[in-house]
């Protein structure tokens, strides 16, 4: 491989968002983009000036030019394209959730092993700035001793073309489950925090005509799960259809010294509640800093912490908490084995299976589901 990692991205919806910020990093070269759609494709390629251009995905994967591929096609492609970039050979960057079965995780984490490249889940939430403080607290023991976590993501997707209308709603639950498992992980020391088992409840009615794709009733679905090694249980929600409720990505750290709690209405700031009296003054909120000194000066305007609302709004790839540089860095330097990926393979399965048992056990009554050790 060549000193710059040449990044394939396949799918411009999301996809393009990513393009800017690989072209900015020094370790990259962004060499080539991919979707079916000719027009699409030479708009994108236009615009952003990408030569590369290819509607088969099975064309890209045998140009040997490519080293790694950062796959934001639909749900249901992310496993299959994954696995046929491992089985040619490239590093793979897939977006949420990594597949929608046990036997896809199974076998993504197995072409993982095999090939020994890079897998990592692009998991925009690990990466937020919200989550990067709330873990930054943590690990410099401000929080103290944590003793539940709570995620909760709530989207109305009514509307949504394709694979979306009925899908089971936990089958996309890794934004609220991840920050609860990652909390608890340091990934440069080895040490990550896995789901053992989860117990979940579906609640509510999706409308009649939505039903039978998945055949999954619920509108919401909530569970419990136990994290391998620990006391600690976190509790996730996920909502998707036929619920009132504004776009909620939230985490809640509650701990014994500082708790912390992200968000109730989206752009409000996190709160953090300390011990003492008098109790109506315990809340507080707080101005959550820029983490964007932990990467490579060409792409930390990315994070869109800069403080110029106009420049902002118009920064393209500054997304999902000012995640998407910390996600391209990250990658790029476990693909240059400079640091483990992460979340790597069998960190990604866990996290995805976490909220596939969980609709299986939702579906069971509530019946506890062990989460696979892969
Ligand atoms: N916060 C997050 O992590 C986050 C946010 C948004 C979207 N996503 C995920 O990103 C993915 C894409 O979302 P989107 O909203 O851009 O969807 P979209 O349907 O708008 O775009 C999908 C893209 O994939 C392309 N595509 C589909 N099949 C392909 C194939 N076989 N070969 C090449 N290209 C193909 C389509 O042409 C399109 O460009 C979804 O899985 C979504 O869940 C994640």
């Known amino acids: 491989m060549a000193n710059k990692v040449r990044v394939a991205i396949v799918g411009l919806g999301f996809g393009s968002e990513f ?4 072209q900015a990093h020094p370790d990259a070269e962004m060499y080539a983009i991919c979707r079916r759609d000719r027009a699409e494709l030479d708009r994108v390629g236009d615009q952003f000036g990408v030569a590369k251009r290819y509607t088969s995905y099975d064309e890209l994967l045998k140009d040997p030019n490519v080293d790694a591929v950062h796959i934001n096609s639909p749900i249901p492609d992310h496993a299959p394209q994954s696995l046929a970039a491992l089985r040619a050979g490239k590093h793979v960057a897939c977006t949420v959730p990594m597949g929608v079965s046990i036997d896809e995780c199974r076998q993504l984490v197995e072409a993982q092993r095999k090939s ?22 943590y690990d410099r023991g401000t929080l103290g001793r944590i003793q539940f976590l709570r995620g909760s993501h709530q989207q109305d997707m009514d509307g949504w073309p394709g694979y979306w209308p009925g ?3 936990m089958w996309y639950a890794t934004h609220c489950v991840s920050p609860c498992l990652a909390i608890l992980s340091d990934p440069a020391k080895g040490k990550v925090a896995l789901a053992e088992s989860v117990v979940c409840h579906g609640s509510g009615r999706i409308r009649e005509d ?4 998945y055949n999954s009733p619920f509108a919401i679905e909530t569970a419990t799960f136990k994290i391998k090694g620990t006391d600690v249980v976190a509790e996730v929600t996920r909502s998707l259809f036929d619920t009132a409720r504004q776009y909620r990505e939230s985490f809640d750290v509650t701990a014994s010294n500082v708790s912390f709690e992200w968000q109730q209405v989206e752009n409000e700031k996190p709160i953090l509640h300390m011990r003492g009296l008098p109790e109506p003054e315990i809340p507080r909120r707080v101005s959550v800093p820029d983490f964007a000194g932990r990467l490579p000066e060409p792409i930390r305007k990315f994070t869109g912490a800069i403080h110029d609302a106009t420049h902002l709004s118009f920064l393209q790839g500054a997304g999902h908490g000012g995640s998407h540089p910390h996600l391209v860095h990250n990658f790029l330097q476990a693909v240059l084995g400079r640091q483990p990926a992460f979340p790597d393979a069998p960190t990604s399965a866990n ?3 976490v909220g596939i048992c969980a609709h299986e056990s939702a579906m069971k009554g509530g019946e506890r589901v062990q989460v696979p050790a892969l």
């Not at 889940?121 to 989550?131: G, L, P």
Request: no cysteine; charged share 20%.
């Open 19 to 22: 393009i800017p910020i690989f």
């Open 116 to 137: 020994g490249k890079t897998y990592m889940m692009m998991e925009t939430v690990v990466y937020s700035r919200e989550y990067l403080f709330a873990k930054d607290l």
């Open 167 to 169: 899908l089971p709603p």
């Open 210 to 213: 939505m039903i039978p794709k």
């Open 351 to 353: 996290w995805t299976m």
